[in-house]
């Protein structure tokens, strides 16, 4: 919303009309309208640089140079201006040019974007290639070319005198144009690329951009990596190709000379063994036979649906947005027959549901708010209504378009504001209008597909007591490109206070937010917080219920937090003001602050705890390892605390002489277990020891970073409902080892670490990897209990000697009805059991199987539905994949399988 700030002058209406076109993507408008507000406001440098982007977005370089240059004079300390100018340079050619605004910007503010250009240009050289180095790029790389043929290159030259190939920026691309007489009569095209870096540490991340009529977009593009052997690419229908773009890599980069070369597949079942010779993993080769079969029937295929088929038979290692496109083109919207069994269940729906739509709208622009309306109208489900309130738009086309819907149907009705009161009071006036027994908010320049309220109400019949539902969601741009699915979870109150999970699509018994008083005012920005938030006091755990289906595409446009959260600085404030007040109400011993990235908040003791921790350590020597894990322990605050050490047969004199140091000085306690080594025994018999009424399994190999950790894990256990507390680990290089255990996932099917090898500044999925949430279970590198709950669930498992018996000892205690909660803040540093060695060869390896055996044995069910991974994410890899189908099939599905 546009605010007119005292003191100062509001925006004319040609720097309103610039940021309208802006928003839709008319940089050519955007250009006129910025230039007619600069005439009258030359002082207004903010708009110069909103020019400058207008113009660099058009193509017209020089005329954004001079844009960015005008506003330098007054912003010389702006550093998203001086990295802007670079990407002009970067664009026209200048690396060197570039090079030196980078720094500039870099060196100002350590800009994270600077930085990543200059590695690439670090990297790659600076200048970029002439056009004489172009020219040779194409040359050289038409000798290792077959079938196809090398037109125009960019950001590439030849390099170790045409030895290599020299990749000088994040962007490079080679243009190329199949061979006619290849490409003529193929039902199947297959591009091989053979191509390796010149620094195995620096692997290929590779793109093909395929233009069948559409130019090179993204929607028709392949993302993949390239391993040692190559990569082959499946094209549909190549004569319909008019030419494909290929970038090597997403950096600069240096190459042994690449091989291309392009055939077609005739012969059917040629294609067919190709596909089943290919598949890897979980891919199930079979569909994909039936797919490719279409491009062997008689009836040609359409462009569209051969970039489609190209999409869906990709067969490399390839990336999340490659593989979301794909898993969208096969599950992503029904079949036009699966309408028909649409129509049946809702006709045989024992109960109706009814749905209000509540949204505010305020200056949206008409053509998204036309897309908004008509995807609400399209629902299949017949039972609903769209209730509108237009917060006071300037904008006269706006609530003309309103009225024209609502004239021409009576389910939409609207009210406009006297004022503008803001979106609070806007979805307040809105929600006034409701008659629905749910409340189903949606943004003004969002869609839904078709089916969202049939699915909604499915899952209504399912969980009749359900107050608040929510569904995954996606996002979408403005050319309708669908990415970023947010594939999520079942509820977890602990990451609702990191950031707002439910969000799209919500919806609320109208009833409960009667109750609650709807929204409230001063909460801009995160008014659907701080609702979700009072909700959850009124209705609990129990009564929010997780729909593992996205029912909602979230709109990219400039200024949207859908592109970035740190575009809305003020809704952070208010989240964080929020989710503070929900604390205070509740009574719960944590604040709200600042979190690690824009878009989340951090969680912090507001309580100071004295709870009697007994910290176990169990060791076989390793003395190196050992005594820097003790004086990290009482380096930090420690008071309440004993430390006991299991000493499980340890013959090293330093070792022994250590031990007997620190137990004489008081500053821990030694039990010794001469035993073989088994983790659950020695951890069972420290506990029965153990004086503390919180116990902290640790182990030997690791160093504490965060010094407040014990004042997290007892502020969380002091809560009843939260049964174990776990840690995040990074191994010594800085990257995460351990934070959190998906069930059902990795070798054996039992568990594995999400995020794992990630850089421990990476937010991960959605914020994943650094925010408070429950887990199915936690890592025993680092684990709270209270002692009382240890007990009583048996303490560890000693058939599980080594591996998952703190998987085992999570599902007891969530078994009791307790939360299992891992804390990223509680952080430190693990050297992977060192002391005991490697389980993946030989007897260790055998009895790793073994101990895989009694899990499934005696949690089957529990591994194969870990309701904190989706079952939309695949169960082969750990990166966040979708899965190869999803194991919660749509509604429709369901009832074609019963």
Same mark, same amino acid.
């Given at each position: 919303?546009?605010?007119?700030?005292?003191?100062?002058?509001?925006?004319?209406?040609?720097?309103?009309?610039?940021?309208?076109?802006?928003?839709?993507?008319?940089?050519?408008?955007?250009?006129?309208?910025?230039?007619?507000?600069?005439?009258?406001?030359?002082?207004?440098?903010?708009?110069?640089?909103?020019?400058?982007?207008?113009?660099?977005?058009?193509?017209?370089?020089?005329?954004?140079?001079?844009?960015?240059?005008?506003?330098?004079?007054?912003?010389?300390?702006?550093?998203?201006?001086?990295?802007?100018?670079?990407?002009?340079?970067?664009?026209?050619?200048?690396?060197?040019?570039?090079?030196?605004?980078?720094?500039?910007?870099?060196?100002?503010?350590?800009?994270?974007?600077?930085?990543?250009?200059?590695?690439?240009?670090?990297?790659?050289?600076?200048?970029?290639?002439?056009?004489?180095?172009?020219?040779?790029?194409?040359?050289?790389?038409?000798?290792?070319?077959?079938?196809?043929?090398? $037109?125009?290159?960019?950001?590439?030259?030849?390099?170790?005198?045409?030895?290599?190939?020299?990749?000088?920026?994040?962007?490079?691309?080679?243009?190329?144009?199949?061979?006619?007489?290849?490409?003529?009569?193929?039902?199947?095209?297959?591009?091989?690329?053979?191509?390796?870096?010149?620094?195995?540490?620096?692997?290929?991340?590779?793109?093909?951009?395929?233009?069948?009529?559409?130019?090179?977009?993204?929607?028709?593009?392949?993302?993949?990596?390239?391993?040692?052997?190559?990569?082959?690419?499946?094209?549909?229908?190549?004569?319909?190709?008019?030419?494909?773009?290929?970038?090597?890599?997403?950096?600069?980069?240096?190459?042994?000379?690449?091989?291309?070369?392009?055939?077609?597949?005739?012969?059917?079942?040629?294609?067919?063994?190709?596909?089943?010779?290919?598949?890897?993993?979980?891919?199930?080769?079979?569909?994909?036979?039936?797919?490719?079969?279409?491009?062997?029937?008689?009836?040609?295929?359409?462009?569209?649906?051969?970039?489609?088929?190209?999409?869906?038979?990709?067969?490399?290692?390839?990336?999340?947005?490659?593989?979301?496109?794909?898993?969208?083109?096969?599950?992503?919207?029904?079949?036009?027959?699966?309408?028909?069994?649409?129509?049946?269940?809702?006709?045989?729906?024992?109960?109706?549901?009814?749905?209000?739509?509540?949204?505010?709208?305020?200056?949206?622009?008409?053509?998204?708010?036309?897309?908004?309306?008509?995807?609400?109208?399209?629902?299949?489900?017949?039972?609903?209504?769209?209730?509108?309130?237009?917060?006071?738009?300037?904008?006269?086309?706006? $609530?003309?378009?309103?009225?024209?819907?609502?004239?021409?149907?009576?389910?939409?009705?609207?009210?406009?504001?006297?004022?503008?009161?803001?979106?609070?009071?806007?979805?307040?006036? =809105?929600?006034?209008?409701?008659?629905?027994?749910?409340?189903?908010?949606?943004?003004?320049?969002?869609?839904?597909?078709?089916?969202?309220?049939?699915?909604?109400?499915?899952?209504?019949?399912?969980?009749?007591?359900?107050?608040?539902?929510?569904?995954?969601?996606?996002?979408?741009?403005?050319?309708?490109?669908?990415?970023?699915?947010?594939?999520?979870?079942?509820?977890?109150?602990?990451?609702?206070?990191?950031?707002?999970?439910?969000?799209?699509?919500?919806?609320?018994?109208?009833?409960?937010?009667?109750?609650?008083?709807?929204?409230?005012?001063?909460?801009?920005?995160?008014?659907?917080?701080?609702?979700?938030?009072?909700?959850?006091?009124?209705?609990?755990?129990?009564?929010?219920?997780?729909?593992?289906?996205?029912?909602?595409?979230?709109?990219?446009?400039?200024?949207?937090?859908?592109?970035?959260?740190?575009?809305?600085?003020?809704?952070?404030?208010?989240?964080?003001?929020?989710?503070?007040?929900?604390?205070?109400?509740?009574?719960?011993?944590?604040?709200?602050?600042?979190?690690?990235?824009?878009?989340?908040?951090?969680?912090?003791?507001?309580?100071?705890?004295?709870?009697?921790?007994?910290?176990?350590?169990?060791?076989?020597?390793?003395?190196?390892?050992?005594?820097?894990?003790?004086?990290?322990?009482?380096?930090?605050?420690?008071?309440?605390?004993?430390?006991?050490?299991?000493?499980?047969?340890?013959?090293?004199?330093?070792?022994?002489?250590?031990?007997?140091?620190?137990?004489?000085?008081?500053?821990?306690?030694?039990?010794?277990?001469?035993?073989?080594?088994?983790?659950?025994?020695?951890?069972?018999?420290?506990?029965?020891?153990?004086?503390?009424?919180?116990?902290?399994?640790?182990?030997?190999?690791?160093?504490?970073?965060?010094?407040?950790?014990?004042?997290?894990?007892?502020?969380?256990?002091?809560?009843?409902?939260?049964?174990?507390?776990?840690?995040?680990?990074?191994?010594?290089?800085?990257?995460?080892?351990?934070?959190?255990?998906?069930?059902?996932? =990795?070798?054996?099917?039992?568990?594995?670490?999400?995020?794992?090898?990630?850089?421990?500044?990476?937010?991960?999925?959605?914020?994943?990897?650094?925010?408070?949430?429950?887990?199915?279970?936690?890592?025993?590198?680092?684990?709270?209990?209270?002692?009382?709950?240890?007990?009583?669930?048996?303490?560890?498992?000693?058939?599980?000697?080594?591996?998952?018996?703190?998987?085992?000892?999570?599902?007891?205690?969530?078994?009791?009805?307790?939360?299992?909660?891992?804390?990223?803040?509680?952080?430190?540093?693990?050297?992977?059991?060192?002391?005991?060695?490697?389980?993946?060869?030989?007897?260790?390896?055998?009895?790793?199987?073994?101990?895989?055996?009694?899990?499934?044995?005696?949690?089957?069910?529990?591994?194969?539905?870990?309701?904190?991974?989706?079952?939309?994410?695949?169960?082969?890899?750990?990166?966040?994949?979708?899965?190869?189908?999803?194991?919660?099939?749509?509604?429709?599905?369901?009832?074609?399988?019963?």
């Amino acid at each position: 919303m546009i605010r007119v700030l005292l003191g100062r002058r509001p925006p004319s209406n040609a720097r309103v009309d610039g940021d309208r076109a802006r928003d839709s993507g008319d940089w050519a408008e955007a250009v006129r309208h910025y230039r007619a507000h600069l005439a009258v406001r030359r002082g207004d440098h903010a708009i110069r640089i909103q020019l400058g982007h207008a113009l660099k977005e058009m193509g017209a370089l020089d005329a954004a140079l001079a844009a960015y240059r005008a506003a330098l004079w007054r912003r010389r300390r702006d550093a998203d201006l001086l990295l802007s100018i670079g990407h002009v340079h970067k664009l026209a050619g200048r690396a060197a040019e570039a090079l030196r605004w980078y720094r500039r910007s870099a060196a100002l503010d350590g800009n994270r974007h600077a930085l990543a250009e200059l590695d690439a240009l670090r990297h790659a050289g600076v200048a970029a290639p002439a056009g004489r180095d172009r020219e040779r790029a194409v040359k050289l790389l038409a000798r290792r070319c077959a079938g196809l043929v090398p $037109v125009e290159a960019s950001d590439i030259a030849p390099a170790a005198r045409g030895r290599r190939l020299q990749l000088v920026s994040h962007d490079p691309w080679v243009r190329l144009v199949l061979d006619p007489a290849v490409a003529a009569g193929g039902g199947l095209g297959v591009l091989t690329i053979d191509v390796r870096p010149l620094d195995p540490e620096r692997p290929l991340q590779g793109q093909l951009y395929v233009d069948y009529g559409d130019g090179f977009v993204e929607k028709t593009s392949l993302s993949f990596r390239v391993g040692a052997t190559g990569v082959a690419l499946l094209l549909a229908a190549p004569e319909l190709i008019r030419g494909v773009r290929w970038d090597p890599d997403r950096k600069g980069n240096l190459l042994h000379l690449p091989r291309l070369a392009f055939r077609t597949v005739t012969d059917f079942a040629e294609a067919a063994a190709l596909l089943r010779d290919s598949a890897a993993g979980e891919l199930d080769p079979e569909p994909l036979v039936e797919l490719a079969r279409t491009c062997f029937d008689r009836r040609a295929l359409t462009p569209r649906e051969a970039a489609e088929v190209t999409l869906a038979l990709m067969l490399s290692d390839v990336g999340l947005d490659t593989l979301y496109r794909r898993w969208l083109f096969r599950h992503g919207r029904p079949a036009p027959e699966d309408y028909a069994v649409i129509r049946a269940m809702t006709a045989a729906m024992p109960i109706r549901p009814t749905f209000s739509f509540v949204m505010p709208t305020y200056n949206t622009p008409v053509p998204l708010l036309r897309a908004c309306l008509d995807a609400l109208l399209a629902q299949t489900w017949p039972d609903f209504e769209i209730c509108v309130a237009d917060d006071h738009s300037p904008d006269p086309a706006v $609530v003309e378009t309103l009225a024209d819907y609502a004239a021409r149907d009576a389910r939409l009705r609207y009210v406009r504001s006297p004022k503008n009161g803001h979106i609070s009071d806007a979805s307040n006036r =809105a929600l006034a209008l409701a008659t629905g027994d749910y409340v189903v908010l949606v943004d003004h320049d969002d869609v839904i597909p078709d089916y969202t309220l049939f699915v909604v109400a499915h899952y209504i019949k399912q969980h009749p007591a359900a107050d608040v539902l929510f569904s995954d969601e996606d996002k979408i741009d403005l050319q309708d490109n669908r990415f970023a699915p947010y594939f999520k979870g079942a509820f977890s109150r602990f990451l609702m206070y990191g950031h707002n999970m439910v969000s799209h699509l919500g919806v609320y018994r109208r009833a409960l937010l009667n109750e609650i008083g709807g929204f409230r005012l001063g909460l801009e920005g995160s008014q659907d917080y701080d609702l979700l938030l009072r909700c959850y006091e009124r209705c609990g755990d129990d009564a929010i219920v997780h729909i593992p289906h996205v029912l909602y595409h979230w709109r990219t446009t400039p200024g949207s937090t859908a592109i970035s959260a740190d575009q809305k600085g003020y809704a952070i404030v208010a989240a964080e003001r929020a989710i503070n007040e929900h604390f205070e109400r509740t009574g719960l011993p944590f604040r709200s602050g600042d979190g690690f990235a824009p878009g989340c908040t951090g969680v912090f003791p507001a309580r100071d705890f004295d709870t009697p921790v007994s910290i176990i350590i169990p060791t076989r020597n390793g003395l190196d390892v050992l005594a820097p894990c003790v004086a990290s322990i009482l380096a930090a605050p420690h008071e309440h605390v004993e430390i006991i050490v299991v000493d499980n047969g340890s013959d090293d004199p330093a070792t022994l002489a250590y031990l007997a140091e620190r137990e004489a000085a008081g500053e821990i306690r030694v039990l010794r277990d001469e035993r073989p080594f088994n983790f659950s025994a020695l951890n069972n018999l420290a506990a029965e020891h153990a004086r503390g009424e919180i116990l902290c399994f640790l182990n030997n190999d690791t160093e504490l970073l965060a010094a407040d950790w014990l004042a997290r894990a007892r502020a969380l256990l002091s809560l009843d409902e939260v049964g174990v507390v776990g840690a995040r680990l990074l191994f010594p290089d800085g990257t995460l080892q351990h934070f959190g255990i998906a069930l059902g996932i =990795a070798d054996h099917r039992v568990a594995g670490t999400p995020h794992g090898g990630f850089s421990a500044d990476d937010p991960g999925y959605f914020g994943k990897a650094r925010l408070m949430q429950e887990f199915s279970a936690v890592t025993a590198a680092c684990l709270f209990i209270r002692r009382a709950d240890f007990l009583a669930v048996g303490g560890f498992e000693p058939e599980l000697r080594v591996a998952y018996n703190d998987v085992d000892l999570c599902l007891k205690v969530r078994a009791r009805g307790l939360k299992v909660v891992g804390d990223p803040d509680i952080l430190l540093i693990h050297k992977e059991s060192r002391t005991r060695g490697s389980d993946k060869e030989g007897p260790r390896a055998e009895r790793l199987a073994q101990e895989a055996a009694w899990m499934h044995a005696r949690w089957g069910k529990e591994l194969r539905d870990d309701p904190f991974w989706s079952p939309n994410l695949s169960l082969d890899r750990l990166d966040f994949a979708p899965a190869l189908r999803p194991r919660v099939p749509f509604p429709w599905e369901q009832e074609g399988r019963a």
